[in-house]
T-cell receptor, first 114, second 112 residues
Framework: EAQVTQNPRYLITVTGKKLTVTCSQNMNHEYMSWYRQDPGLGLRQIYY???????DKGDVPEGYKVSRKEKRNFPLILESPSPNQTSLYFC?????????????FGPGTRLTVL | DAKTTQPNSMESNEEEPVHLPCNHS???????IHWYRQLPSQGPEYVIH???SNVNNRMASLAIAEDRKSSTLILHRATLRDAAVYYC?????????????FGTGTRLTVIP
C-alpha cells in the first residue's frame, strides 16, 4: 500500500531534550516536506526537500532541522525543543513539483513539549 | 499568494448532495484550484483539482465558475465518512517550493 508513515504518533517530552520524528514514504517520491498544524493557523510548512541532499526552509523553520540522506526518509529534528513547538506535525510527499501532483500526507505526530 | 474564502462550517444529511463553495476573487490566470480534506485525527488527503473546466473523479466533482473567481466542490451523496474539514487551495503554476497554503477550511458535518 502506498503510504507515508511517521513515528512516533504521540510524543511528550521536556524542554531542551533533543528529539527526532521520522518520516518515510514508499512511493519513490522526490519531494517531501514537513508541516505543523496549530488551531486557527492552519498548516504551515517547516522545511521541504526536492531530492536527496537538497533541502530548504519553508515558512516556519526556526528551531527545526531536517536531513534527506535517502530518497524515502525525511526526518524532522528538534535539537532543543521548546513549549511553542507543541503542535501536530505532518510529513508529506509528492512525485514532483508539478502543480497537478497531489501531495500524500502521513497520519501526523502530536508533540507536547513541557 | 491569492487567498480563498470558505464558510466555516456546513451541514448535510446523509445520502444527500453537498455543495461546498470557495471564493477566490484574486485568482490569477495560472492558479490551479485544489481541494484537500482532513478527516478527524488524520492527515489531509487530496480530493480533486482543476484549472478552468469542471472536473470529476471517483471522490467528487469540481465546478469552476466561468470567471474562475469561485468554485464549488460537489459530493454527490454524502456519507458519514465524508465528515471532515475541506480546504480549497490555490496553487500557482510555477516550479519551486510545493507549499500548500491551508486556510481554516469548511468543517462538514454529515447528519445520519
Amino acid at each position: 500500500e502506498a503510504q507515508v508513515t511517521q513515528n512516533p504518533r504521540y510524543l511528550i517530552t521536556v524542554t531542551g531534550k533533543k528529539l527526532t520524528v521520522t518520516c518515510s514514504q514508499n512511493m519513490n517520491h522526490e519531494y517531501m516536506s514537513w508541516y505543523r498544524q496549530d488551531p486557527g493557523l492552519g498548516l504551515r510548512q517547516i522545511y521541504y526537500s526536492m531530492n536527496v541532499e537538497v533541502t530548504d526552509k519553508g515558512d516556519v523553520p526556526e528551531g527545526y532541522k531536517v536531513s534527506r540522506k535517502e530518497k524515502r526518509n525525511f526526518p524532522l529534528i528538534l535539537e532543543s525543543p521548546s513549549p511553542n513547538q507543541t503542535s501536530l506535525y505532518f510529513c508529506a510527499s509528492s512525485f514532483g513539483l508539478a502543480v497537478y501532483n497531489e501531495q500524500f500526507f502521513g497520519p501526523g505526530t502530536r508533540l507536547t513539549v513541557l | 499568494d491569492a487567498k480563498t474564502t470558505q464558510p466555516n462550517s456546513m451541514e448535510s444529511n446523509e445520502e444527500e448532495p453537498v455543495h461546498l463553495p470557495c471564493n477566490h476573487s484574486t485568482i490569477s490566470g495560472t492558479d490551479y484550484i485544489h481541494w484537500y480534506r482532513q478527516l478527524p485525527s488524520q492527515g489531509p488527503e487530496y480530493v480533486i483539482h482543476g484549472l478552468t473546466s469542471n472536473v470529476n473523479n471517483r471522490m467528487a466533482s469540481l465546478a469552476i465558475a466561468e470567471d474562475r473567481k469561485s468554485s464549488t466542490l460537489i459530493l454527490h451523496r454524502a456519507t458519514l465518512r465524508d465528515a471532515a474539514v475541506y480546504y480549497c487551495i490555490l496553487r500557482p503554476y510555477q516550479t519551486g517550493a510545493n507549499n500548500l497554503f491551508f486556510g481554516t477550511g469548511t468543517r462538514l458535518t454529515v447528519i445520519p
